[in-house]
């Protein structure tokens, strides 16, 4: 079963927009929450992660915000690009199992539009 | 470029045959991580090893099996193999057993079983 779930499956934003990806979970002893960006024929990388002891988290046009209540994490990117066109994947683990053994969320393929 | 280094990047072949994908961690890096990428699954953790040693194991097979060698490099063994085995098989390394902050991932070895 999934762990981890996220919407939308795709998207689509103009240039200048805002991109935003919704993630939730159930398993409430995760305390380890990134964010990987995938390009086609490349490995996914880190883009921004996030503890659950904080409710937000900013690095650039890249935000996360977190709703530990909920149990809901969520990607805003501001003043989208072309360049950010890829699928963006969602994540969770906990340092009890080993922080690198990630639960992933079927991903969401974003495209930006000149 | 993550720094990790997969080999081979591609491979065909027949149901019921083994094969062995090799991986390089970071220079430094003591944890190694494999990863299945499919497109029914999603990016699904199979196992980690640090130092040598296994440290986190996931939905791996039975027929699939991996370890790590004193000098950092990994393989995955995947054996008895079935068309639904075709998929992108990630590395990932990291400095630390539990994964620590930062993750990161080969360009992948593509598998395909017919």
């Known amino acids: 079963q999934q762990q981890v779930k996220q919407s939308p499956q795709s998207l689509i934003v103009q240039k200048g927009g805002i991109s935003i990806i919704n993630c939730a979970y159930e398993?409430?002893?995760?305390?380890?929450f990134p964010w990987y960006q995938q390009f086609p024929g490349k490995g996914p990388a880190l883009l921004i992660a996030?503890?659950?002891?904080?409710s937000e988290k900013k690095e650039g046009r890249f935000t996360i915000s977190f709703n530990k209540s909920a149990k809901q994490f969520s990607l805003h990117i501001m003043d989208s690009q072309p360049g950010d066109s890829a699928t963006y994947f969602c994540?969770?683990?906990?340092?009890?199992?080993?922080?690198?053994?990630?639960?992933f969320g079927a991903g969401t393929q974003v495209v930006v539009t000149p | 470029d993550s720094g990790v280094t997969q080999t081979p990047k591609h491979l065909i072949t027949a149901t019921g045959q083994r094969v062995t994908l090799r991986c390089s961690p970071r220079?430094?890096?003591?944890?190694v991580y494999w990863y299945q990428q499919s497109l029914d699954q999603g990016l699904q953790f199979l196992i980690q090893?640090?130092?040598?040693?296994?440290?986190a194991k996931g939905n791996i097979l039975e027929r699939f099996s991996a370890q790590q060698f004193p000098d950092l490099h990994s393989e995955l063994n995947l054996s008895s193999l079935e068309l639904g085995d075709s998929a992108l098989y990630f590395c990932?390394?990291?400095?630390?057993?539990?994964?620590?902050?930062?993750?990161?991932f080969g360009e992948g070895s593509w598998l395909t079983v017919v």
């Open positions: 994540a969770a683990s906990k340092a009890t199992d080993s922080w690198g053994k990630l639960q």
């Open positions: 996030i503890r659950p002891d904080v």
């Open positions: 990932a390394s990291s400095a630390h057993s539990n994964g620590g902050n930062t993750i990161y």
């Open positions: 090893y640090y130092n040598g040693e296994e440290r």
């Open positions: 398993n409430t002893a995760f305390d380890y």
């Open positions: 220079s430094g890096d003591l944890s």
